[in-house]
């Protein structure tokens, strides 16, 4: 044991078991012996026997065990106790260790030995599990950059993909996978190179290598659960075109539901829920074809039901899982097509909304949680008015997300992402009407009366210079102020005037006057408010919105939207 151990290095035994390696290089029994009492003599991770590994390292105990391998990469035990003692070496999570994990790497012999011994051992399965441990060790410390020259270098070298050769001959072992999991997960972890490097493992197979191993063992192995969400995170997770080749295959080879069958199996695990969550927010992005096609995937498996089962069960305790959940709820009802349309119904019946309250309510001084969380009640009350679409407004209000996304926006008034999605927020749900009942309040007055429209104008005039706030802020008002020409949409529209929605407006076109979509929103939303003319009329003419009307056409004189809106309010003017 222990006493064992310093009692061997006090008398100088690692010195000594290298200089017997060093002068029988030839002898596969001596290098295997000395190979296996520097692994136990340094195997402690307690600070006695880090400073025996640190001890051993400098002595040249690395460079003998690398050596051993490449003599005798065909003896089974000595390239067994070789890669245990390196590992032993290599191993460690915080900063103690690192001068020495890096002293390994650095030794040439090192690389070269794993990779031959995972190479002319496939069939062996310690061989190749004691090498999966080693790849993850040397490859540890992200997302500082000797880290991330490590990783390169390892797969570079090519001994991930050695690695992933032999998994299939042992899949079934899952001490192994999540072995493979871990080292996965380490050489794609973000750091400077991280694209390459996920770009690299993905080509050598790593994505059938983390789905097989969820299916196979995730409901009986908690850690390889969290390496493998986690190696899916970091893979999909790139926003360039890079990523979105690397989500396609991550979908193409099952991934989205393996991360689901991980959270299944794991529900109350807030780590695993938190990094599959986000590995689906990635998966699910993208407003192109292919984006698209990748969200029905998502949603197909399960992944709506999942990511609000994750709400239920860790959001509340859990910041980091509910804002993932979130956003990644966000992504999959995102879009406005039948197909969309259908996602967002889906999250309806999941009762994602609920969910997401009870997270913001949670976590309400946490504002990415709320950013992320007003997303995706923007994305799943957005509607036409349908009998469906006004069920899930109808759900936003009696649930409490209004008051909540209204709630976000005052608490984090200085948080642009939050006032942005807020704004969105109120925009799908403060728009139209229940035609379901007739004798309710049009959808903007319940907005109205809940506050969105202080919020929202508290916005735009926080975030004058802030585009994006802007936009969205534009939208807001234009859909508040939506009507048919009736009491319910007078009265709003005359309320939105007295608070200065127009001195808003104008000056949010006078801010970014090139921005072709916010100008139209905007003469729309003007053109609504003053539709009764009288105080709506003469608080445009003082806020200058004939001026900014009467320019529309010429700054955009090929959209015809915009040559509409400016008739229109000038025949209200």
Partial sequence: GAVGAEAVVAAGGLPALVAAMRAHPSSASIQRWACVAAAEVTRALDTAGRARADKAVAVGMHERAGAAVLAHSSAVLTTRAALDALGTLASGDDHVAEPRRAAVAECTSTGAALVLALRAQPADLQTQQLGAWLLGSLADGAPSEPADERASALIAIGALAELLKAYALHSADSSLSELACRAVCVLSAPSANADARSAAAVQAGALPMLVTAVHTHVHKDLALACWAAAALRNLVAAPDANGQARRQATVDAGGPLALCAAMSAHRTDAFVQAAAASALKSISSGTDKAGVWRKEAAADVGAIE???????????????????????IANVTAGSDQLGLARKVRAFDAHATPSLVVAMRAHAAVASVQEAACGALRNIAYGTGDKANVARKNEAVESGALAAAVLAMNTHATHAGVQQ??????????????????????????????????????????????????????????????????????????????????????????????????????????????????????????AGARTVVGGG?????????????????????
């Fill in 421 to 542: 999605m807020g704004c969105g927020a109120v925009t799908s749900i403060g728009f139209g009407f229940d035609i379901t009942n007739k004798n309710a309040p049009s959808f903007a007055q319940v907005a109205i009366d809940a506050g969105a429209l202080a919020a929202t104008l508290a916005a735009m005039a926080n975030f004058a210079a802030h585009e994006g706030v802007q936009e969205q802020g534009v939208k807001t008002l234009r859909n508040l102020s939506y009507g048919l020409s009736d009491k319910k949409a007078e009265r709003v529209q005359m309320t939105m005037a007295e608070r200065g929605a127009l001195e808003a407006l104008v000056g949010a076109i006078n801010a970014f006057p090139n921005n072709e979509s916010l100008y139209e929103e905007a003469l729309k939303a003007i053109a609504n408010i003053c539709d009764k003319g009288g105080v709506a009329k003469k608080r445009a003419n003082s």
């Fill in 306 to 328: 999942a990511l609000v089962d994750t709400l239920d069960a860790v959001g509340a305790t859990s910041a980091d899982a509910a804002e993932q959940a979130a956003r990644a």
């Fill in 553 to 573: 056409k010429k700054r955009f004189p090929n959209n015809s939207a915009i040559h509409q809106a400016v008739d229109a309010a000038f025949r209200l003017f």
